[in-house]
């Protein structure tokens, strides 16, 4: 998947791959893609609740020796 920009939020404790990504999206354009790289589990249920609060639209999500993997496109 094409991605603006990779965050790497990987040993962060929940909120801190929420408060991370939404830093970056404030710097990104209406479109861009963002992928978040994360190890806390609940940050699963996090993103999915702030993609959608935000505006955002969550292209993707994926599981890869236990690093999460979000694709969140900016609206």
């Known amino acids: ?3 603006d920009k990779v965050l ?3 040993g ?4 801190m791959p929420i408060v991370k ?3 970056e999206m404030k710097d990104m354009e209406s479109g861009q893609v963002l992928e978040i790289l ?3 589990k609940g940050a699963k ?3 999915t609740a702030w993609a959608k609060s ?3 639209e969550l292209l993707d999500i994926q599981e890869e020796g236990g690093v999460l993997k979000f694709w969140i ?3």
Not at 12 to 15: F, G
């Open 1 to 3: 998947m094409n991605t």
């Open 8 to 10: 790497d939020a990987k």
């Open 12 to 15: 962060l404790a929940c909120p």
């Open 21 to 23: 990504t939404r830093k």
């Open 38 to 40: 994360a190890t806390d």
């Open 45 to 47: 249920a996090d993103m």
């Open 54 to 56: 935000g505006g955002h």
């Open 73 to 75: 496109k900016k609206g």
